[in-house]
């Protein structure tokens, strides 16, 4: 009977810090969150970003799959941008309507204002597959890469460049997104978590830790040293942005968040395509941290605060 009771009183101990876990974890990394957050905006506007002679050559690579809807948006928004030395990489990724011969028409269109690159791919492999085949065509001092359903702000090639240009051990530099298909109530709840969860916390892991635990894929810009040492992205890692921030760290360059560099993008507006995509991010997480897991010893402290960050974060959604 003293067993019996014994067991009961460390088995409801256990069942009181896992309810305290679970209610406390999320109050406890808010504030974190917050508190970063605000520091990194009072240190941002004393931020003094250099301006440059001559515009450096910057390549914007689009990589489409299927895009017969967006792609004109995308290139349109580009055309708009305040920046003139830059090229345009149109990749299409075996797309099975007329995305490619979209792409040569926006080629003849703009052809006497700037330089248009189409590149066909033969075989269906993935955006990581595509941006691969965009920088081995391109010319540029900097990379910038966008989503073919993407329209980006007029001065975010400028931004992007102005930081690279501030910092040599910069390899890349992460731009924020904001969601514009906003109908629907899912569209809606995602602005929100965009601005008011994804953006709070690079803010503050940018301040705390000096790095961000991703670049966003929807746009994000790269210097040509820093690709070609990580050889790319990967193919056969199903979160490319993710996988090639955690190789830049692995190469020692710096990651940098900058909120100035906007683009509007579209997210899903159904569960279903919402629950994949969510899936596709958590399984890309966890390859990373799989083939990161030695940056959990032998790594400098922020390498392993964000590791341990996003591995307790994972146990708390268990």
């Not at 011969?101 to 700037?114: P, R, T």
Request: contains cysteine.
């Amino acid at each position: 009977m003293f067993h019996l009771t014994r067991r009961k009183h460390i088995l409801c101990g256990f069942f009181e810090i896992i309810n305290d876990f679970v209610i406390g974890y999320p109050i406890f990394v808010s504030v974190i969150w917050i508190v970063g957050c605000i520091y990194e905006a009072i240190y941002r506007r004393k931020e003094i970003l250099p301006l440059y002679d001559k515009e450096p050559l910057v390549s914007i690579l689009v990589p489409a799959h299927n895009e017969h809807d967006t792609l004109w948006d995308a290139v349109k928004s580009i055309s708009n941008i305040n920046y003139k030395n830059f090229e345009v990489i149109l990749i299409d990724d075996k797309s099975d309507d007329d995305t490619l011969h979209i792409m040569y028409e926006i080629q003849k269109k703009y052809a006497n204002q700037f330089t248009v690159k189409v590149i066909p791919i033969e075989v269906n492999q993935g955006k990581a597959n595509a941006m691969n085949q965009g920088f081995a065509n391109s010319s540029g001092k900097y990379i910038m890469g966008i989503d073919s359903d993407s329209i980006i702000a007029k001065d975010s090639v400028s931004i992007m460049v102005k930081t690279l240009e501030s910092n040599d051990k910069l390899g890349a530099v992460a731009g924020k997104p904001v969601v514009r298909n906003r109908t629907t109530i899912l569209g809606r709840l995602q602005l929100l978590e965009y601005i008011g969860v994804i953006d709070i916390i690079k803010k503050a892991q940018s301040f705390l830790y000096g790095r961000v635990n991703t670049v966003s894929g929807v746009i994000v810009g790269f210097r040509r040293e820093a690709l070609k040492d990580v050889n790319g992205w990967d193919p056969t890692i199903i979160t490319e942005d993710i996988d090639i921030t955690w190789r830049l760290y692995r190469k020692n360059w710096k990651i940098k968040y900058q909120p100035s560099i906007i683009c509007w993008i579209l997210v899903p507006e159904n569960v279903r395509n919402l629950i994949k995509q969510r899936r596709r991010w958590a399984r890309g997480g966890m390859e990373v941290l799989v083939k990161n897991n030695d940056f959990l010893i032998h790594s400098d402290i922020t390498r392993k605060a964000l590791l341990y960050e996003t591995i307790i974060s994972n146990f708390w959604l268990f």
